[in-house]
């Protein structure tokens, strides 16, 4: 199972591609961090790290966390 962990100042984005279920609200609701087209797919210095944790909580199948 892939785990991907994106470090943003004291907190990390993980994210579980088995739990994704590509629903595309992260992707819709902070364009500006989640790129699926592109690699790395995250890119946490696209938004702040209150934006990111906001969008983080959203998402339906948990795929997304935050590791503090
Ligand atoms: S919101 Fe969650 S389930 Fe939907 S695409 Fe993003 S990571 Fe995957």
Redesign the pocket.
């Known amino acids: 199972m892939a785990i991907k962990k994106y470090e943003k100042e004291d907190i990390k984005i993980v994210?579980e591609s088995e739990k994704?279920?590509?629903?595309?609200?992260?992707?819709k609701g902070l364009a500006s961090v989640?790129k699926p087209q592109e690699k790395p797919w995250i890119q946490p210095e696209g938004a702040t790290k209150q934006a990111i944790i906001d969008q983080v909580i959203q998402?339906?199948?948990r795929?997304?966390s935050i590791e503090r």
């Open positions: 994210w994704c279920i590509h629903s595309a609200n992260c992707a989640f998402c339906p199948s795929a997304l």
